[in-house]
């Protein structure tokens, strides 16, 4: 249901498929709000009875003029009262939206109010929500700390896709809340760089509260998607999607939602395991470990996270060997075992932490996208695009399958710096010291394949009282496990190869050219390159990251910044009241450091009095001075008072309170006046299918 405004007539359809034995429905709408505790109510208005469920839609003409107190809700299509009673009636549920194609609210009004109680609130959430990626690149890459967002993915292809975010081409979540319970969207043009909400509607915002909720899940402020849709979607809805982005009040709710445009942000370091196996460590050292059996690719943090990865030998050939299966945890988090399956390509499973002995497979078909303990697991498009897996440590997986081999990338969080063993290496920046044995001996960088084979690679065989993997039926640690299996460990010319191909798909690639001999399939070699060629992509973009200095804004101001990398460009604007001391603009240089200038200072109209905050800015170094301060009332500030709250590229001034809550100070709302737009598609289905609160369409 698309409207900014009261609507009197309109269809509503749905999906006739949905249910086998019902004839016909009610057509209700739904409530939800948080006060004092959570409700979700209904039906607060009966839209149609008895309608027959096999046509699939029904025009509504005219509603009943009620005042139902809920800004936010669904639409059902009921099956209508039987025997049962509404506890066991099927429904269908719209996404949940903003109601006010029913309320039919004064938007300006609305938003005024929003922002009069929103200015005493705390801004704490800001200062502890994560930093956004600065480019697409690099928040395709970030899995452990992002994830996309359904409603503007680049990989989903729907004329829907990305609607309420125009300018966007694909926009990412924090996968976990912050210490404080908030969430963070990045969103990215259409040239990869990231969006400043200030300046667009495509931008992503600081979310208050996170929208996969936190625990205790049932309480006000803590409930999945809904509590976050209440405070930061349903005000971006009114003040910026109804409004305009040229309209002050989406101009405060970027101030009041400001984006992180990747100040402080540092990406994060790859490993891969892929192909016949060819391993790259965090520290970018690739070489080739052909063992049979079940071993560790990555212990973390002494046994806080650990991956390992099971190896066979590939259908087909006796010369090599490919990772056939992972299982992975992170400290206390349900365990994760994904391996290859022939008819779905790779298969997941999940077993709870509470429970030592049961794995339980997890149905993508059901929902792409699953939460567990510790852990998320997604599965959209698994052929093409692979299974993801988050741990809420920073941790993300991409497990892909092809002609029956997986290929494991890993994306670390910067607490993993100096803690890693394995194979995957010891990430500390030093390439040379990768090789270290379980018993603590580093091995030269220099040996040879063969070398690597017995000295290194078997020596992290786990054993069967370590293992994380899921066995099935009549199977187990031993079985796939052969301590005697020898590879081929240099590559020599398979007679039934055309060794021109070789040459022409691999070129000089040792890895390439490894794969093709040794397996004979061209398409698996050039598996193995794409594999590798993402991975090098992650790792040349980190090596080249420059980013700048965090930049302060003038007092009563806020400094607008496209974006803190290489390139980007801030501009400094001035609250109500208050004008520019002079007009410049700074660029972020390749060296990481501003351009040189002054930051302006935001001076009283009236009086051209200065006010408290002034900055120098010059090669990256910033001073600041403050002062006493009047506001445009004549009130007196202290030094406290004047201190903004400094996040990504705003500088929220607690003076803007004072002046923003005589505006807008809290009002009795006036009578409905038919203006409004409810943004269905801002919403989800929520990440676990077992939570029981409308939120899909079906």
Not at 294 to 308: R, S, V, Y
């Amino acid at each position: 249901m698309e409207s900014n405004q009261r609507e009197s007539y309109f269809e509503i359809t749905w999906n006739t498929y949905a249910f086998e034995s019902v004839d016909e429905v009610d057509i209700v709408v739904y409530g939800y709000r948080e006060d004092n505790d959570v409700e979700f109510s209904g039906p607060l208005v009966v839209v149609a009875l008895g309608i027959d469920y096999h046509l699939g839609h029904h025009s509504v003409s005219g509603l009943p003029d009620l005042d139902i107190h809920y800004d936010v809700g669904v639409i059902g299509v009921m099956e209508s009262e039987g025997q049962g009673g509404d506890s066991s009636r099927a429904a269908l549920w719209s996404r949940v939206h903003v109601l006010q194609w029913f309320n039919g609210d004064d938007v300006t009004f609305w938003c005024h109010d929003w922002i009069g109680k929103e200015v005493r609130s705390e801004f704490y959430f800001l200062y502890v929500t994560p930093p956004c990626p600065c480019t697409l690149d690099q928040a395709q890459i970030d899995i452990g700390r992002f994830s996309p967002h359904p409603l503007c993915d680049i990989d989903i292809s729907s004329p829907s896709n990305c609607i309420h975010k125009p300018g966007a081409m694909h926009c990412v979540r924090a996968n976990t809340p912050s210490q404080l319970g908030g969430g963070q969207e990045c969103c990215y043009g259409f040239d990869g760089m990231i969006i400043n909400v200030f300046n667009s509607l495509g931008g992503g915002y600081s979310h208050r509260y996170h929208h996969g909720g936190v625990n205790p899940y049932g309480e006000p402020q803590k409930v999945p998607y809904l509590s976050h849709f209440l405070v930061d979607i349903l005000p971006w809805t009114y003040c910026c999607s109804y409004g305009g982005p040229q309209h002050s009040e989406c101009t405060f709710f970027g101030l009041l939602r400001p984006s992180q445009t990747c100040n402080n942000y540092v990406p994060p370091p790859p490993a891969l395991g892929n192909g016949d196996p060819h391993i790259s460590t965090l520290d970018s050292t690739t070489y080739t470990f052909n063992g049979h059996g079940e071993f560790t690719m990555l212990n973390a943090l002494n046994d806080i996270f650990i991956l390992q990865a099971r190896a066979a030998p590939l259908v087909g050939t006796s010369d090599a060997t490919v990772f056939v299966a992972m299982a992975a945890r992170f400290g206390d988090s349900d365990v994760i075992h994904v391996q290859t399956n022939e008819r779905r390509v790779l298969d997941a499973y999940v077993r709870l932490a509470e429970d030592g002995q049961n794995f339980t497979r997890i149905d993508f078909d059901q929902a792409s996208r699953w939460s567990y303990s510790g852990v998320s697991v997604t599965g959209r498009n698994i052929t093409s695009d692979g299974i993801i897996v988050a741990f809420d440590g920073g941790v993300g997986l991409n497990l892909k399958a092809s002609e029956g081999a997986m290929s494991i990338l890993l994306v670390a969080p910067d607490s993993f710096r100096g803690q890693t063993q394995g194979l995957m290496g010891t990430w500390n920046g030093n390439p040379s010291d990768d090789f270290l044995t379980p018993q603590g001996s580093f091995l030269s960088p220099n040996l040879t394949t063969e070398q690597l084979h017995y000295q290194f690679g078997l020596l992290w065989e786990i054993d069967a009282a370590e293992s994380l993997f899921y066995y099935e039926l009549g199977t187990d640690h031993e079985s796939h496990t052969n301590r005697n299996y020898t590879p081929v460990f240099e590559p020599v010319a398979n007679p039934s190869v055309n060794q021109s191909l070789v040459v022409e798909v691999c070129g000089g690639n040792p890895f390439c050219i490894f794969d093709y001999q040794t397996t004979g399939s061209q398409s698996f070699a050039q598996n193995s390159v794409e594999a590798l060629v993402q991975y090098q992509q992650a790792v040349d973009n980190r090596a080249s990251f420059v980013s700048c200095p965090t930049l302060p804004a003038p007092a009563n101001g806020s400094a607008i910044v496209t974006t803190y990398m290489s390139g980007g460009v801030a501009r400094f604007v001035c609250d109500a009241g208050f004008v520019l001391s002079h007009v410049v603009n700074l660029t972020c240089q390749s060296g990481g450091t501003w351009s040189d200038g002054d930051t302006p200072a935001c001076i009283i109209e009236a009086s051209g009095q200065t006010i408290p905050m002034t900055s120098d800015v010059t090669k990256g170094h910033v001073t600041e001075t403050f002062k006493t301060a009047r506001t445009p009332t004549g009130q007196v500030l202290s030094t406290p008072a004047i201190i903004g709250i400094s996040f990504g590229s705003v500088i929220l001034i607690v003076v803007i309170v004072l002046i923003v809550v005589q505006i807008c100070g809290p009002k009795k709302r006036p009578p409905s006046i038919s203006k409004m737009n409810p943004a269905m598609d801002q919403a989800e289905v929520h990440e676990n299918p077992t939570y029981v609160h409308a939120e899909s369409s079906q």
